[in-house]
């Protein structure tokens, strides 16, 4: 049985996410046979996304809370949730996607040596240029950052017409300052911490894609706990991610808020650039189903959708 | 041998092409080259072991101590056998740390590009960690009987470290100052740390493996490629040609010329020592020329080799940033005026210096002089151009420009000069660079696997607390700074410097307010220091090699200068304005 619990993450030491994880380890801590220790090492000390998944098949770690980006190492099914741009109206819809795609989710997980503890989503992705954008066509004359790594992503920005500029984030900045870049998809929150807002002052409103993630644990470990531990580290780690869910949400209009005193211009969407924007984007759908997002995966959000919407 | 070279040469040739290529491509057309960033980060894995391999089988990992050369007869060969074994058994403890990093990975079936899996690529650090496994036991003696014995030693090591860790830091220990590559100290205090611990030594590789694919790491290899072909063609007697004729007349004119063309080369090769090897023999006459004395001379060429670690595309620069996850265009705008600081005060000291003379018996200054050999050196000193134009251009990400200036050294120096053939030449400089890299990516690969365990063993965040708890002011902490640095500077190579101390530096700067760019100068000024200091400082080393004097020689001959240089370094650390103006008025 373990004694110690080392998780890993890219959220920052102090913040509320952070404190919430915490609150959760105490409980761990608490939990009937158990006296678990839980260890969390803040701000991407143990590397990337990427590098925690691995540390994580060779149990240095044996937790993580991941994004996306991360959770596609171990399946990349999870891509279904954040993946296709434009795909989700409202949290509503992200949050009614995920719960009902969560026993299909978990199960391929587990079939990987993962075990979800909880999902949740940091609200959504926006737009940030140096030029107002309403409509594509405003976006396609400058250009906009996508993450290297993300072979995927900068093959589909190129194939939608756009400017795309594969760089890190820790260029992001500069690359804005020297004109590398002029447009940036990012969340409010990131726009605001990495000040990219000061010299891509224009945010749409557009609701991108939202910014999903969870906790993940390894199987070894989590089999290796009584079943009375494994329901108690369950709830606890249910009621953190409910709570990061709905502290992001707030963070993400705080943020806005706070950028918009220091000069931020926000447009909003517009139904006749929304249809353009749809347009455009679901032109590429057939690209992404199969490639980006296993088929199977990409049909039953869009089966799932329908439902919601009916 | 011939494969490992054709291999280093044609991936080299790749790391050039494909950025451009990318960059091309996104200009003109839109499109680019599908997985372009995987396939570059991956080519870079594969340089970095190949390189490594290569720097073992010619005997030239780069080491801590060269006392091992010094023993002679029986001493010596025992030392050599009882490095080799330590050496040996800590490539193969890596081996097993590699295969074991492999073996997670293939079980998550990802592909790299085009249908390749990536533990295929991956597979090269285990198999490259054998290859020099072999070949340090090769060097370890010169007969089999004693290769035999390093052999049998190694695997009775492995055995005896697994049961008792302090016996195996002791035998570390011992095998540093016997002369085994560096490398082989930082993997092995480790391997032994994380075993002790109960955690996997597959952290170390996933380390390395995370260090050597970071997205930013091909500049290394490609501006350190562009130096090299400078050096290796007729750059350093163009450029003294070039400076000489115009500062060359001032008073401590040929010390000016030795700190500005010493400044020049050091910014492209990345302080590796080349500097020195490639200028020091063409410096030397012209500072004994203009009524230097010999130790004085001596002192200038092994100060002013370190010269231009701050400026603009160096290689430390670049390593800082990618660790300290600060943007690489801001460590190059920060470095430039503190490096301009120490340039400074290496003509102020050389002027002082200078012994009585005539200076009326020199010719004067001669425009039709200067301006010739401007106009032969006048592709060279474009370089600089070239680099930070296409960066602060806005039109390539610091790889491509990277890559640009790497295929522009190319030109010049087989098109335009014609000093290098195509064929023959560029082959050679392209396994000499590939070497280099190698090596230092081997002690940077495990040094980060060292750091890993500093985090993991939360020694990184408890320093920190303890340091914001004990520590009030932030003036007191910078001169706190300073004087660990110095220590550092004269016990630790600079690369596994960077990657070991760095991350916990910025951890505990940012907490007392400091900005992470001005903490990053500081910190690779005072390693530049290090470089003049013994036990372990390079340029002493290299100078002596060199110039064929005493290590003490050298360090007497430097140490006027290494002072000078020291109160440059305050300066740069209390004044953060000198650090923090450049990339702020970027900013704008
Ligand atoms: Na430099
Ligand atoms: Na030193």
Redesign the pocket.
Known sequence: QPQRIKLATLLPRGSSAHQALLEMGEKWRQAPGAGVTLTIYTDGTMGGEAETVRRMRVDQLQGGVLSVAGLMEIDRAVTGLQTMPMVFRSLDEVEYVREKLRPMLDKRLEEKGFVALFWGDAGWVRIFSKKPVTRPGDLKTQKVFVLASDSGQVDLMKRAGFQAVPLEYTDTLTGLQTGLIDAVPTTPFYALAGQFYLRAPYMLEINYVPLVGGLVMTRKTWDALPPVTRDAFRQAAEEAGKKISAQSHREMEEAVAAMKKRGLQVSQMTPPAETEWRTLFEGLYPQIRGNLVPADMFDEVHRLLREYRK | MKLENAIISGVLAALIVLPILEALLRKTLHVGISGSAALVEHLTLIVGMVGGAIAARENRLLALSTLGELLKGRAGKLAGVFGGSCAAAVSALLVAAGVEFVRAERLSGEALAYGIPVWVVQAIIPAGFGLIALRLLWHSAGSWSGRAAAALLAGAWIVLWSWSPMGALIALGLATVAGVPAFVTLAGVGLVLFRHAGEPIASIPIAHYSLVTNPALPTIPMFTLAGYLLAEGGAPQRLIQVFDALFGRLRGGAAIVTATVCAFFTSFTGGSGVTIIALGGLLMPVLLARRYKGRDALGLVTGAGSLGLLFPPCLPLILYAIVAKVPIESMFLGGILPGVVLLAATACWGILSQGPGESDTEPAFDWTVARRALWQAKWELLMPVVALGALFGGFATPVEAAALTALYALCIETLVYRDLKLTSDVPRVMTECGLLIGGVLLIQGVALGFTNYLVDAEVTAHAAEWATNTIHSRWLFLLALNLFLLVV???MEIYAAIIIQAPLLVTIGTAFGLDPVHLGIIFLANLEL????????LNLLLSAFRFKKSVPEVLRAVTPLTLVLAAGVLLITYVPALTTTLPRWLGR
């Open positions: 500077g004269c016990l290090g470089y003049l200091t013994p036990p372990v400082g």
